[in-house]
């Protein structure tokens, strides 16, 4: 087969690194890719969210099977066109993909079809959401309807705080339109665990479950980012609460948007929070996560690419997808700087003395013979291990000999709950 994978991630990396491997996979492309991805995969300069160019590209090279990886062409309906073009393509229709692309359907989903969230009111009135942050009180969550690259929520420990947030997502239009509508939350607590299930319009196959760490410095301080490591499985996951999750929120998920007429095929990706009063949904993505599935392609027994395919066609309870014993841990080498303002072009030192574990590049770019940096989040470097620490020394141990100017990563990756 021939097959496109659309993004340039790590994600991606990762998603062509375990395409590489099926035996049914006879050339891969990737659009547009990165510095890794090239090594396994033809990269076309296409950027993600290319609807047209895609579609057009696909069918003049008679692409087989794409899959579609990213946030933003899912939400602006690349599955959709592909398959109208005849070409099979993995993922969400847009109908589907507003789970993620807006916050304001996915808690009235929630809320109509009684799947435990947190409490929430929806605002486009500024004056009338500040009034709300102040009935409610603090500790208190401001987010930003929209898709803001996982950057949009804030999570306020004082009213003030959230009047602010209100207002730069409302008035100073911090996020675009993606902030015209603000959804105001109650603040939950207890761990967070997040899982993904492979979807078929009906079935879902859980993964093992993951924990990703959004805080860009240790000890989860500092601003969200997209994601700093990973790690799976999370010790909170147990099997009891994962039996709650699979009949209180994952197959009445699947149920309510095929209801709605909004059937999901592709990785739906549950963030839930452990509360005590049991596990909640946090938020939904319509998608892989990043870094979630580095650590998670690496436990992968099962070929990709059929149950990519068992996704598409609706046969996924067909499937007996194997994973590893092992635990596994994404450690993501950021530039200085990020999630705000950094550099890019540093030449990456030391790729070539990594041992035991895979470094998957997010933003990497070839230039004169040498790998540079060419975005925020740089590599993730993931390995396994035969337990969860195993695992995270593994990563730590295998980043040593890697260099950039200015890099940046978290010391508790795989420690900090
Ligand atoms: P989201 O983009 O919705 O996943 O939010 C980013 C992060 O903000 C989550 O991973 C949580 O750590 C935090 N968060 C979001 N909503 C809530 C909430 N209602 N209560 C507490 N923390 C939250
Ligand atoms: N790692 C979180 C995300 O991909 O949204």
């Given at each position: 087969m021939k097959v496109l994978v659309v993004g340039s991630g790590g994600r991606e990396h990762a998603i062509v690194w375990a395409l590489s491997?099926?035996?049914?996979?006879?050339e891969l492309f990737c659009a547009p890719g990165n510095a890794g991805i090239a090594q396994l995969a033809t990269c076309v300069p296409?950027?993600?969210?290319?609807v047209d160019g895609m579609v057009t590209w696909a069918k003049e090279n008679k692409m087989d099977f794409v899959m579609v990886a990213p946030d933003d062409p899912l939400a602006l309906g690349m599955v959709n066109a592909l398959t109208e073009a005849g070409i099979p393509a993995f993922g969400p229709t847009k109908e589907a993909a507003v789970i993620e692309a807006s916050k304001a359907f996915s808690k009235e989903l929630m809320h109509k079809y009684h799947i435990p969230t947190a409490k929430y009111a929806t605002f486009t009135d500024m004056e009338k959401a500040i009034a709300y942050v102040h009935e409610q009180g603090a500790p208190i969550v401001v987010k930003a309807?929209?898709?803001?690259?996982?950057?949009?929520v804030v999570v306020a420990a004082t009213e003030e705080e959230a009047v602010d947030a209100v207002k730069s997502m409302?008035?100073?239009?911090?996020?675009?339109?993606?902030?015209?509508t603000v959804v105001i939350e109650e603040c939950m607590t207890g761990p967070e665990v997040t899982v993904l299930c492979f979807a078929d319009g009906e079935h879902i196959a859980p993964m093992p479950s993951s924990q990703d760490?959004?805080?860009?410095?240790?000890?989860?301080?500092g601003p969200n980012t997209g994601g700093m490591g990973a790690i799976s499985?999370?010790?909170?996951?147990t099997p009891e609460i994962a039996e709650r999750c699979v009949k209180e929120i994952f197959e009445p998920t699947m149920a309510a948007m095929k209801a709605e007429g909004r059937a999901f095929k592709g990785v739906i990706y549950f963030g839930l929070m452990l509360t005590p009063e049991g596990p909640k949904v946090v938020e939904y993505n319509a998608r892989f996560g990043d870094p979630e599935c580095q650590a998670l392609l690496m436990r992968l027994d099962t070929d990709l690419m059929e149950i990519l395919e068992a996704c598409v066609n609706g046969t996924l309870d067909q499937l007996d997808i194997q994973w590893k014993q092992d635990a596994s841990c994404c450690l993501v080498l950021a530039s200085g700087g990020y999630p705000a303002h950094y550099e890019k072009g540093k030449v990456i030192d030391g790729?070539?003395?990594?041992?035991d574990a895979v470094v998957f590049h997010a933003g990497t770019a070839a230039k004169d013979g040498q790998i540079v940096t060419n975005g925020g989040r740089v590599l993730g470097v993931t390995a396994l291990g035969s337990d969860l620490e195993m695992a995270i020394q593994n990563a730590y141990k295998a980043a040593k000999p890697i260099h950039f100017d200015q890099m940046h990563f978290r010391n508790d990756i795989g420690h900090a709950f």
């Open positions: 491997k099926s035996p049914k996979v006879t296409i950027t993600a969210t290319d309807d929209g898709l803001a690259l996982g950057k949009g409302m008035e100073d239009n911090k996020f675009g339109a993606s902030g015209s760490h959004k805080r860009a410095f240790d000890g989860n301080e499985p999370t010790p909170y996951y790729l070539d003395q990594v041992q």
